[in-house]
Nanobody
Framework: VQLQASGGGLVQAGGSLRLSCAASTRTFSNRGMGWFRQAPGKEREFVAHITWNGSGAFYADSVKGRFTASVDGAKNTVYLQMNSLKVEDTAVYYC????????????????????WGQGTQVTVSS
């Protein structure tokens, strides 16, 4: 599975961005896709998860109510709509395909994911 993330950029605080992640295949069609982020000097952290049928969406507390994950099955693409961006949202954002052997309750863990996109930089200025 190849994942191509895009849509990052520079935005002012309070602004919005939409990230996209195109998958070369939906081999794990009954599993989920995750969004993670990594800021300089910090560990990669969970942001959001969604399954290909659009269910199973949940978010990190830090982005709940501001970020929304969605899918377009016809395009094998998942999205992350990010609104009300804050300076602390600045990071490289990654999409990832969850391993078929993992359970939903483990979807916040980096180790639950088998394939990762290359990352896209999101910078929020004050």
């Amino acid at each position: 599975v190849q994942l191509q993330a895009s849509g990052g950029g520079l935005v002012q605080a309070g602004g919005s961005l939409r990230l996209s992640c195109a998958a070369s295949t939906r081999t794990f069609s009954n599993r989920g896709m995750g969004w993670f982020r990594q800021a300089p000097g910090k560990e990669r952290e969970f942001v959001a998860h969604i399954t290909w049928n659009g269910s199973g969406a949940f978010y990190a507390d830090s982005v709940k109510g501001r970020f929304t994950a969605s899918v377009d099955g016809a395009k094998n693409t998942v999205y992350l709509q990010m609104n009300s961006l804050k300076v602390e949202d600045t990071a490289v954002y990654y999409c990832a395909a969850r391993k078929p052997t993992t359970i939903l309750s483990a979807a916040r863990e980096v180790t639950s994911y088998a394939f990762w996109g290359q990352g896209t930089q999101v910078t929020v200025s004050s």
